[in-house]
């Protein structure tokens, strides 16, 4: 009986993972909690919008000692130009799920109006590379000599790797305690044809507006007293034909120096989220979620973290701490 249940729940997991992994190949990007203290990955028009150079560290670990679990780290730079009226940056991702590894490099570019008030409006694109290996050749295959048809599928023995171009585009609108954001990071369907020598190779490049995942995002900071802010935000996702993602929550900062919060992810997490602005220039957060599924079962939940720098220039006043 114990091996019996054994069994099944491996076969849960991996039925799981399976699930998991397609997701994450049809959805394309990534999923981080702390997205709210970098949002270049889902919108090219927040570039330069911290009015200094940013550089910005995430690692998330997810559904801790599950096995195959993703493990995502990016890494962006970015900031104004030309008198902050434009912004310019790049961001690199690597990310593993089970046997499948991306990597992901874009630029971005955004054209700054900035209005009487002191509040800006971007328009950006982004646009880059993506590299997807599926590492067959690592799977342990079972080959089961009572049964005259069993063989082992050559292609286990294969590393399928493709790499195909994309681009995005995105709007941000932010004042000193208000931003919100719309986005369509990736704009180009690629069809990816694998062959039994295993080879792969893209089969049609092409835009598909039926496919566009849409990130609408937004933010606001209440001065509660003079010690304690409370900074608000919203994320929605959207795409046809799925369930719409939602993203919500609220974090405190206390005296400017410390950041405690929630934030809830629509039948998928709820999440504790602790930051340290460690000087004016540097802030690091962590954040821990509690999954909402079947996977917290056979998981710990996701750790993640955020490391970010602004570096400041000469004769130059930066606005501190940066709420967005």
Same mark, same amino acid.
């Given at each position: 009986m114990k091996n019996i249940i054994i069994k099944t729940r491996a076969a849960v997991l991996s039925s799981i993972l399976l699930f998991a992994a397609q997701a994450v190949?049809?959805?394309?990007?990534?999923?981080? +909690?702390?997205?709210?203290?970098?949002?270049? *990955?889902?919108n090219p028009a927040y570039a330069g919008s911290k009015e200094a150079m940013s550089a910005?560290?995430?690692?998330? @670990?997810q559904w801790v000692n599950f096995p195959g679990r993703p493990i +995502?780290?990016? *890494?962006?730079?970015?900031?104004?130009?030309?008198g902050d009226k434009m912004g310019l940056g790049f961001s690199i991702l690597?990310?593993?799920v089970?046997?499948?590894t991306r990597n992901l490099i874009y630029a971005s570019y955004a054209y700054r109006l900035k209005f009487a008030n002191k509040s800006t409006l971007a328009m950006g694109l982004m646009g880059g590379l993506e590299n997807q290996m599926n590492k067959l050749n690592t799977l342990k295959v079972s080959n089961d000599a009572a049964s005259a048809q069993a063989q082992v599928d050559? @292609?286990?023995?294969?590393?399928?790797n493709v790499v195909a171009p994309n681009f995005g585009a995105g709007?941000?609108?932010?004042?000193?305690?208000?931003?919100?954001?719309?986005?369509?990071?990736?704009m180009i369907d690629n069809t990816v044809k694998f062959g039994t020598d295993g080879t792969s190779t893209i089969k049609t490049t092409k835009i598909a507006p039926s496919k566009f995942t849409y990130y609408l995002t937004a933010?606001?900071? *209440? +001065?509660?007293?003079?010690?304690?802010?409370?900074?608000?935000?919203v994320m929605m996702q959207a795409v046809q034909n799925a369930p719409l993602v939602l993203n919500i929550g609220a974090n405190l900062l206390i005296k400017d120096l410390v950041w405690a919060g929630l934030s809830y992810r629509s039948g998928s997490s709820l999440s504790v989220i602790l930051g340290l602005q460690v000087n004016k220039q540097f802030l690091v957060c962590y954040s821990y979620d509690y999954g909402l599924n079947m996977i917290q079962q056979y998981s710990q939940g996701s750790h993640e973290i955020v490391l970010n720098y602004l570096f400041s220039f000469t004769g130059r006043k930066i606005v501190t701490p940066r709420y967005f």
């Open positions: 190949k049809a959805q394309y990007d990534a999923m981080f +909690t702390q997205y709210m203290f970098n949002e270049m *990955f889902i910005t560290l995430m690692h998330r @670990q +995502t780290t990016s *890494f962006s730079l970015h900031g104004p130009v030309q690597n990310e593993k089970g046997v499948m050559p @292609q286990f023995g294969n590393t399928p709007l941000y609108y932010s004042a000193k305690k208000l931003y919100v954001g719309l986005s369509i990071p990736r933010g606001y900071v *209440f +001065t509660l007293n003079e010690d304690f802010k409370l900074k608000t935000n």
